[in-house]
């Protein structure tokens, strides 16, 4: 029997600059994501949650995802390849949003490591800083951030557990 323990994240040691990872799967954002993250972020803009006013009063005559909810898909869709095992995330340098999101469009992402460096003060961890894309099904970048993350070494990073018995199977 084999049994298979899904990487969630990586150690300081696994990521290489230069490296890129492809997160899957991509996802449309409905109208009922939209405002529902609206409706819990407590932005009431009415070009994302009123169509009359979308149509006939902003210039894309139609409803667009706040912006927010794409960067945190985007950045949700990076955690299993990337931070998944974070100490923490500590910065977003960069974010900006390059071209509108419509209810209805699917977005992508895939994320960059653009520098890696150890930490001074503790042995045990590193400091990553990637770089996110985010597109819609046309291939259009939509959203675009970068952001710095400290990771566990390997060795010194805590053991995954569980709340039960190991011996499930037996």
Request: with cysteine.
């Amino acid at each position: 029997m084999t049994i298979h323990d899904r990487p969630f994240g990586r150690y300081f040691e696994d990521f290489e600059v230069g490296d890129v990872y492809k997160h899957w799967p991509g996802k449309t954002i409905t109208e009922y994501d939209d405002h529902l993250f609206c409706m819990i972020t407590m932005n009431h803009h009415p070009v994302h949650t009123n169509a009359w006013f979308a149509e006939h009063e902003s210039p894309h005559g139609k409803n667009l995802v706040v912006g927010n909810l794409v960067y945190s898909m985007a950045l949700g869709m990076s955690v299993p390849d990337v931070s998944g095992s974070a100490i923490a995330n500590l910065e977003v340098e960069t974010l900006r949003h390059s071209k509108p999101t419509f209810h209805g469009d699917t977005i992508y992402a895939e994320t960059r490591v653009v520098e890696k460096r150890e930490s001074t003060t503790k042995g045990d961890r590193g400091v990553v800083k990637v770089e996110t894309k985010a597109f819609n099904q046309h291939g259009d970048e939509v959203c675009y951030f970068t952001r710095k993350v400290m990771v566990w070494k390997r060795e010194g990073a805590p053991q995954r557990r569980r709340p039960y018995a190991a011996d499930v199977w037996s």
